[in-house]
Structures are given as structure tokens and as C-alpha cells.
């Protein structure tokens, strides 16, 4: 495999957006009052185009308002972010490629570090939680004479397709906290892998508004049944991960196929920080003390900032790869798309286990840094 970016992969079809989703996406738009605005819940199986909706509906909304704010909680394909993350995005301009993601800095961010809310439901709903709240606050139904200028904004949600067990229960959850005024559920042909018929996620159905849309997935084979289109997970990840790097260099900087990358993070001047200046949490597992650095290098962390808030949730500003350790100088190596500016601020390293893609260590004719043993023990 040559290309690393997205852009550069063999073109997909092209996206098809049948009728039933072009009248789902206008009646979200169209249908609601704008005042409060429209809050759009996307969910369904895995692969059935819950992302490819969802960047429809952002366009469509787009129409009517200047901005939509965009809550992603699929942390092992994310929208706008690097994997791990958990986000809420402010979009103001329409996507003209439906089959491309594209990163964008979110208004707040949290590192989950990992690809699947299995790890840790309780952590995965209460970050989800306080996003929707953040969104609430600053966005929803709030006193305009205490924030001149603000205007209230539409909210998509994004979610994985994990609908079964225990991501099942997880849904429901989302569904009953965020409330939204509309419930979009893509199906596809095959029932087993589909959510529940009806408002599912509702114990009853007395007293409630419920603006369910269900629509089948837009591939369809050649008995215009609906199928899941199967993706290669971790390719997307990795190549999402080496897109989020890549942001370390100008864009007009020849970087085209994966040994280039790598030669071009290897060759990087890292960022020097203090070990002093942060602390180190290891979010799944417990490390012993003279063994923390060892098992940082080589590493991809979040940088975060703490928060004094009760919930300790500390917001992450982006990734950063640790390049190498020297604990005689007392510094830390990082390599981050992250302005300096907001880097100062960083005061906490988060590790779970997002990891530097396998193909960016493997490059023929390329000696890695990250594989170094330029480690030094710990007193």
C-alpha cells in the first residue's frame, strides 16, 4: 500500500443519495422551528452509512442555518478527529465530496483512547453526557440577552454501529439523555442486524413526541436489496491517524506515499517537555513507577489540560507521538500538529491504545526513531 491519505486511495463510487434520504434530510431541516433548533439522532448497523447521512444532513442544514454542531461519539471512526476521540464540532461550510472525511479542530474534545466504547461504557456515556451539556450551554435554548450574538444552532449525532449487548444498552442511554427531536434509523436487509422496530429505546410511548424516521441503506445489490458496504476498519483508522501527522508539515510540502511520511516525521525537530511539566495517566491499565517511561516511548498519548471542574474530565487538545525520553535531561520528545501557543497549556499525557500505524515503523529502506532503545531507566 502506497498512499496514506484518504484522497489518494482508489476513488469509491460515487455516493448515491436516493429520495428517501433527500426527503428525511429535508424534513429535519424544513419541518422544525428554528427556534428551538432541530436535534438529529443518526444510528443504526454497522456500515449501513450512518457517516455518509450525516454528512448529507449537515449539507442540507447548512442551508438554512450559518453553522451546525456536530457531536460525534464513533471513537473508531470519528468524523472530524483522529481515532480515540470524543467531539463536538462546529461545521460552518458544506462538504462538496460526500465519500471524503476531513479533520477539523472541535470546540471540545475528549481523548477516550481506544476504537470501541467496550472498554469503558460508564467513561464512554459520561464524556457524551457532559459534550451534550457543553452543546446545551452554549448552543441550545439559552438566554440570548446573556450572550448577545449568539444564535442557537442544530445538532447531528453520530454513532457507531455497534447495536447489539451491550452497545445496544449504551444507545438506549444516549437516546434517553440527549432526548432528540429526531430519531433517524438506517436499515438494511438483513433484520438480525437491525435495531428494534418502533421507539425502541422508550418504555412507553404515552406523552411523547417522538419523530422517528426509518429509511433503508443507500447500496443496495441486484434484488434492490439494502447491504452493509464492508470496510477495512483498521486500514481507515491507520489512514485517519496518518492524515491527523500529517498536519505537522505545510500542506503544499510533497507528501504523497507512507515513506515519505515517515522519513518526514523521522527526520521532524520534536517539541521538548519538560517531564516536570506533566503528568502522566495511563487510562486501562496500571504501570509500575520504574516503568512508566518505558512503556510511554514509542507511543501515541492525548495531550490534555486539566479541569478543576468536579467531573475531572480533562479536555485533549490533539495527539502526539513521544519520539524519545531522556530522563538525565528530564525531557520528553513529542511530535504534535498542535500549535505551540496551546501546547503551553498541556499539563497531562493520557495513553490508552491508539498506536502509531504498523505500516510508518515498517518502511523499507527507513530506520525508524520510535523503534529506538534510547531509553533511559528510572531512579
Not at 454497522?46 to 453553522?67: A, P
Not at 449504551?170 to 436487509?189: A, H, R
Not at 424516521?213 to 483508522?237: G, P, W
Amino acid at each position: 500500500m502506497a498512499a496514506y491519505m484518504p484522497q489518494t486511495e482508489n476513488p469509491s463510487p460515487a455516493i448515491y443519495i436516493p429520495r428517501e434520504w433527500s426527503d428525511a434530510a429535508d424534513s429535519i431541516a424544513y419541518d422544525s422551528n428554528t427556534s428551538p433548533p432541530p436535534i438529529a439522532f443518526i444510528c443504526g448497523a454497522k456500515n449501513c452509512g450512518k457517516t455518509t447521512f450525516s454528512r448529507h444532513l449537515v449539507n442540507v442544514l447548512l442551508q438554512r442555518y450559518k453553522k451546525v454542531v456536530y457531536l460525534d461519539t464513533d471513537v473508531g471512526q470519528p468524523e472530524f478527529t483522529a481515532p480515540g476521540f470524543l467531539s463536538l464540532t462546529v461545521v460552518d461550510t458544506l462538504t462538496p465530496d460526500l465519500t471524503i472525511p476531513c479533520l477539523k479542530t472541535p470546540k471540545r474534545c475528549y481523548f477516550f483512547g481506544d476504537v470501541s466504547s467496550k472498554r469503558d461504557p460508564t467513561a464512554y456515556l459520561k464524556y457524551i453526557t457532559t459534550l451534550y451539556d457543553y452543546y446545551r450551554k452554549e448552543y441550545y435554548m439559552f438566554n440570548e440577552s446573556e450572550i448577545p450574538g449568539q444564535t442557537e444552532l442544530p445538532l447531528i449525532v453520530n454513532t457507531p454501529g455497534w447495536v447489539k449487548g451491550i452497545g445496544y444498552d449504551i444507545l438506549v442511554d444516549m437516546l434517553k439523555y440527549i432526548t432528540p427531536t429526531y430519531v433517524v434509523k438506517i436499515n438494511i436487509s438483513f433484520e438480525k442486524k437491525n435495531l428494534p422496530a418502533g421507539a425502541f429505546w422508550l418504555d412507553n410511548f404515552e406523552g411523547v413526541d417522538v419523530n422517528l424516521i426509518e429509511i433503508s441503506s443507500a447500496r443496495q445489490d441486484s434484488f434492490n436489496r439494502s447491504v452493509l458496504v464492508q470496510k477495512d476498519a483498521r486500514l481507515l483508522r491507520d489512514l485517519r491517524i496518518m492524515a491527523y501527522f500529517r498536519q505537522c508539515f505545510p500542506s503544499d510540502l510533497n507528501i504523497t506515499i507512507i515513506k515519505e511520511l515517515a522519513q518526514a516525521l523521522g527526520a521532524h525537530p520534536p517539541y521538548q517537555v519538560p517531564i516536570s511539566s506533566v503528568k502522566i495517566r495511563h487510562l486501562y491499565c496500571q504501570v509500575p513507577s520504574s516503568e512508566i517511561f518505558y512503556s510511554l516511548n514509542a507511543t501515541i498519548v492525548g495531550l490534555a489540560i486539566s479541569s478543576d471542574a468536579s467531573e475531572n474530565l480533562p479536555h485533549c487538545v490533539g495527539l502526539g507521538i513521544v519520539r524519545g525520553i531522556d530522563t538525565l535531561k528530564g525531557l520528553l520528545y513529542v511530535i504534535t500538529p498542535v500549535p505551540p501557543g496551546i501546547l503551553e497549556k498541556v499539563d497531562l499525557f493520557l495513553q490508552g491504545f491508539i498506536q502509531i500505524p504498523t505500516c510508518l515503523l515498517q518502511v523499507q529502506g527507513c530506520m525508524s526513531p520510535y523503534v529506538s532503545a534510547n531509553v533511559l531507566p528510572t531512579s
